[in-house]
């Protein structure tokens, strides 16, 4: 993890992190090449190793990051939890407005794959995922529409090299305003509750 954001701004629980990426897998993929940078919003899967994992996902053939990938790229991912303007009126002290956030970023090489029967195996187990317990849809390996689409897919796999966790809550003001900026991004995510409160209750300031 770098020097910045200061350490109070960053997360130091692999954990946590991985928690926000479980609850918000929509990533934003970056990745440059002779001059030319691509990004990418796509469901990411996670899966533990030996050492920090790595992600699973796929994207369309057309896609122009199809070239970076199939090079072996180094990219950059980043996961998007809950995120809210704080105006200096949410305070009970006079602050300057600022913008609180829930992030991870993870880095690594990249591996394409374009082999069938491991696209499928990909693409039933991020259904799987994404349905999550109450889903009540099963992808079969036998579903024709997948079938069409597979030729058109480009499946990938990133392992994990590095990684941080920008956790920007109000933790240098007040603890009557930390609370204060809480509110307002649960007044803002009445539906994300259960997962704010989560992220406020495990976070671990690197110290």
């Given at each position: 993890?770098?020097?910045?954001?200061?350490?109070?701004?960053?997360?130091?629980?692999?954990?946590?992190?991985?928690?926000?990426?479980?609850?918000?897998?929509?990533?934003?993929?970056?990745?440059?090449?002779?001059?030319?940078?691509?990004?990418?919003?796509?469901?990411?899967?996670?899966?533990?190793?030996?050492?920090l994992?790595?992600?699973?996902?796929?994207?369309?053939?057309?896609?122009?990051?199809?070239?970076?990938?199939?090079?072996?790229?180094?990219?950059?991912i980043?996961?998007h939890?809950?995120?809210?303007?704080i105006?200096?009126?949410?305070y009970?002290?006079?602050?300057?407005?600022?913008?609180?956030?829930?992030?991870?970023?993870f880095?690594?090489?990249?591996?394409?794959?374009?082999?069938?029967?491991?696209?499928?195996?990909?693409?039933?187990?991020?259904?799987?995922?994404?349905?999550?317990?109450?889903?009540?849809?099963?992808?079969?390996?036998?579903?024709?529409?997948?079938?069409?689409?597979?030729?058109?897919?480009?499946?990938?796999?990133?392992?994990?090299a590095?990684?941080e966790?920008?956790?920007?809550?109000?933790?240098?003001?007040?603890?009557?305003?930390?609370?204060l900026?809480?509110?307002?991004?649960?007044?803002?995510?009445?539906?994300?509750?259960?997962?704010?409160?989560?992220?406020?209750?495990?976070?671990?300031?690197?110290?």
């Amino acid at each position: 993890m770098s020097n910045y954001p200061p350490p109070h701004h960053q997360e130091s629980s692999f954990a946590n992190c991985l928690a926000l990426v479980k609850a918000a897998p929509l990533a934003t993929i970056i990745s440059s090449q002779k001059d030319t940078i691509c990004t990418t919003h796509t469901p990411l899967v996670y899966h533990p190793d030996e050492n920090l994992g790595y992600f699973i996902g796929h994207i369309d053939c057309y896609n122009p990051q199809v070239a970076h990938l199939e090079t072996g790229a180094w990219v950059e991912i980043i996961f998007h939890g809950p995120e809210t303007y704080i105006s200096p009126t949410d305070y009970q002290s006079t602050q300057l407005p600022t913008w609180n956030y829930f992030k991870a970023h993870f880095g690594g090489k990249v591996e394409s794959y374009r082999d069938a029967d491991r696209l499928r195996d990909s693409l039933i187990e991020m259904t799987t995922f994404l349905e999550g317990e109450k889903g009540g849809y099963i992808l079969e390996k036998t579903n024709p529409r997948m079938e069409k689409a597979l030729p058109y897919i480009v499946g990938f796999k990133i392992q994990i090299a590095q990684w941080e966790g920008k956790y920007k809550i109000s933790q240098d003001k007040h603890p009557k305003d930390q609370r204060l900026a809480k509110d307002k991004m649960l007044s803002e995510f009445p539906s994300k509750k259960a997962l704010i409160d989560q992220l406020y209750q495990n976070h671990q300031t690197k110290r």
